[in-house]
């Protein structure tokens, strides 16, 4: 079944028991959390190059302008801490009642945490679940019942490669993600009833200050880092072809078919990977 709405058809059609949903990024209302720098940011651009207008939420209102301003004014910003559901809501509803009904929800706000487990704070897990899962929890229940009642609309959660393989010392950070990856399978069946399509677009570890950020650069060879640019590319089609999971990059896919079918394989590859890691762990004890 598809419809079509103001030029911009939402189109589902069936491949197996699976309903694939997509639509078109020009003339619709898309709201990107997380969008004042890194792949939120880069994700705003694309989307108002692809004709969209975009609500931008982060907690700085002074970078949040200045992305407002690249991309031409076409979208509007409201500043909130995705962490606190009062503040989140009031950002939904401050973009609707700017732009109109929101079609399209990119939920990215995220930040991370390294170390390992044994040493780490527990003020940081609430910190972590406030911002990586509660924050994509609230941005989309405050959007998803206006796209519910119009039939249309869909939803990109940007998790993670540590959701799907969890990350030697980022044991919060791969649950959190992990998290998001239960969120949005569910949330794929569930909102197929209503023609609104759900994409998971897990990125490696992608060129921001992200690193810097959790308390621990990215000093590793491999994988090599990419642009977000590259994964806001992924996000833009994946919303437009109405893909279910994307990795970024697409040789990850096959990384976590091997944890799947052959561990025996994956396990000791892993502990080979953080073999310098490991070593200065069981000596700092």
Known sequence: MGIATMGNPVGSSQRGSCVITSMRWNGSVAIVTGASRGIGRAVARAASARGARVGLVARQQEALEEVLDEIGGRGA?????VSSREQTERAVRHVEGILGPIDIVVANAGIG???AFVD???D???RL?????LGTMYVL??????MVERRRGHVVVVGSVAGRMAAPFEAVYSSTKFAQTALA??????LAAFDIGVSLVNPGVVETNFFEARGHSYDRSFPKLIGPEKVAHT???AVERGQREAFVPRWLRGADVVRHVAPFFYDPGTRRSFKTELEAFGQSR
């Open 185 to 190: 399978e569910a949330l794929s069946v569930e």
């Open 113 to 115: 945490l390294y170390g």
């Open 235 to 237: 996000v833009i089609s």
């Open 124 to 126: 940081d897990f609430q």
């Open 129 to 133: 679940l406030g911002v990586n899962v």
């Open 77 to 81: 910003v409201a500043v909130a801490d």
């Open 141 to 146: 229940r405050a959007a998803l019942p206006s």
């Open 120 to 122: 780490s704070d527990p």
